[in-house]
């Protein structure tokens, strides 16, 4: 059977045929895929809080925030420097943990550079068992000045601590690996002596009326997505400012 016989009893279209619904194919598939990016893009320019156009602003005349506050946070950076990052956070929230990933950023780019200060605010909620004898911990880390080391230590390894019926032994394996000495660390976490401490942290964010963890401010504005690109988009836009 001669190959035109054979197209026709079998329905196959002859060669020219088929390169135009190849073409035809591949048309349709380049509408298609411009077709989904420009609806990818209309949505993400569409959503709140995408994009680097989100960043969040207070009026004029927003009061400042009450500075005198910062001394029951513990802080980082130098005094003077011209932004103030203000964090309240619960050492057992998750959200907590993963915002605690930025620190090392926010350290490297802004504090060391002397254009932040950090003041991290302890805001235990009552929901969570452990917060308050995590932030103790920490406390009493900070009386052997390693506060951040003990932070650190605490958010990496929030899924351990968290639902244990007794973290301290926990605690005090994060207080070796710090190097701390044991006896004098063991006898704050056991006493609670840095208590009143966490107290009055938790005292400022009440008054404040702060609901939620991670609240994160800079300067007097509270970001509405606690993650790096806006944090570090506010403060940008803060040290242009100045």
Known sequence: MGESKRRQ???????????EKSRNAIVWGLVVVVVVAALALTFYLATPGTGPIALP???????????E???????????????????FADYQCPACARFSGVLEQLKSEYIDTGKV??????????QHKNAVPAAIAARCAGEQD????????????????????????LFAGYAQELELHEGRFQRCTSTEQTRSAVE???????????????????????LTRSNWEQLSGVI?????RD
């Open 9 to 19: 009893a079998t329905g196959e279209a002859s060669p020219p045929r088929r390169k």
């Open 200 to 222: 009055d942290s938790l005292a400022v964010a009440k008054q404040l009326r702060v609901v939620s963890t991670p609240t994160v401010i800079v300067d007097n504005i509270p």
């Open 117 to 126: 200060r950090l003041v991290f605010f302890e805001m235990p909620l009552a």
């Open 146 to 169: 390693a506060y951040w080391g003990m932070h650190d230590a605490l958010f990496t390894n929030q899924a351990s601590w968290s639902t244990s019926s007794d973290p301290q032994p």
């Open 69 to 87: 506050v910062d001394r029951f946070g513990m802080q980082l950076g130098d005094p003077d420097a011209p932004v103030v990052v203000r964090e």
């Open 236 to 240: 940008e836009q803060q040290l242009d």
């Open 57 to 67: 602003s207070v009026p004029d005349d927003q009061p400042a925030f009450p500075a």
